[in-house]
C-alpha cells in the first residue's frame, strides 16, 4: 500500500504561481508512474501531467507550457510547479502513483485562482 500526501495548495491570483508537492511512502523510483489530476465542481476528474519512471513527461494541452512535474527521489516527492495560473485552473489537484496492477491517490489540496 502506496501512502500518498499532497500539500502546498491554496489561493492565488490570476497570473501567480503555486508549487504543489506530493510526498510517496516508498522510493519513487519503484513506483512505474506518477502524476497529477484535477477536479473542478460539477466536472470529473482530469488528468493533468504526468512523470513515468521511462520516458518523456506530458502534459494536457491546457497545462502543457505553464505547468511542470518534477521529483526529489532523495524526499520521495512528485512536485508540480504551476504558472501563470488561470482561474479555470481552480480545482482539488490530487496524485496519482501507479505501481504495477495498483492504482494510488492521495486525499487532494484545493487551488483556488481568482481572476
Known amino acids: 500500500q502506496v501512502q500518498l500526501v499532497e500539500s502546498g495548495g491554496g489561493l492565488v491570483q490570476a497570473g501567480g504561481s503555486l508549487r504543489l508537492s506530493c510526498a510517496a511512502s516508498e522510493n519513487i523510483f519503484r513506483l512505474n508512474v506518477m502524476g497529477w489530476y484535477r477536479q473542478a465542481p460539477g466536472k470529473q476528474r482530469e488528468w493533468v501531467a504526468t512523470?513515468?519512471?521511462?520516458?518523456?513527461?506530458k502534459y494536457a494541452d491546457s497545462v502543457a507550457g505553464r505547468f511542470t512535474v518534477s521529483i526529489d527521489g532523495a524526499k520521495n516527492t512528485v512536485y508540480l510547479q504551476m504558472n501563470n495560473l488561470k482561474p479555470e485552473d481552480t480545482a482539488v489537484y490530487y496524485c496519482?502513483?501507479?505501481?504495477?496492477?495498483?492504482?494510488?491517490w492521495g486525499q487532494g489540496t484545493q487551488v483556488t485562482v481568482s481572476s
Open positions: 512523470r513515468p519512471q521511462f520516458g518523456s513527461r
Open positions: 496519482n502513483a501507479e505501481q504495477g496492477n495498483y492504482n494510488y
